[in-house]
């Protein structure tokens, strides 16, 4: 049974950091590719970032390129999404997804068949 769980969230000023831990089990990790998500209340779930199989590259929303990295430990079957310089439209529950290597499109939600149940963001103003 595949699992994916996220932790690190909670509440944080606006300008300050976070870090968020997606912890997987049931699956070979360094086979898929990792991705992250949002969904704001009342929003549509929106791409975060991913990380490929190696870590060696990683992708971003234009809204978060240059605040938001990527990294993981396939030794540990941990991804980390590390989150500078929040600002309070970053509030969301955010998701890590797991996607096979064969897809093409990993900036859309639909290339990802693994799906952890979320961990919230809050940032104040």
């Known amino acids: 049974q595949v699992q994916l769980v996220e932790s690190g969230g909670g509440l944080v000023q606006a300008g300050g950091s976070l870090r968020l831990s997606c912890a997987a089990s049931?699956?070979?990790?360094?086979?898929?590719?990792m991705g992250w998500f949002r969904q704001a209340p009342g929003k549509e779930r929106e791409f975060v970032g991913y990380?490929?199989?190696?870590?060696?590259?990683?992708y971003f929303a234009d809204s978060v390129k240059g605040r938001f990295t990527i990294s993981r430990d396939n030794a540990q079957n941990t991804v980390y999404l590390q989150m500078n310089s929040l600002k309070p439209e970053d509030t969301a529950d955010y998701y890590c997804?797991?996607?096979?290597?064969?897809?093409?499109?990993?900036?859309?939600?639909?290339?990802?068949?693994?799906w952890g149940q979320g961990t919230q963001v809050t940032v104040s103003s």
């Open positions: 997804a797991a996607a096979p290597p064969s897809k093409i499109n990993y900036y859309s939600s639909r290339s990802y068949g693994y």
């Open positions: 049931g699956l070979t990790f360094s086979y898929y590719v």
């Open positions: 990380i490929t199989r190696s870590g060696a590259s990683q």
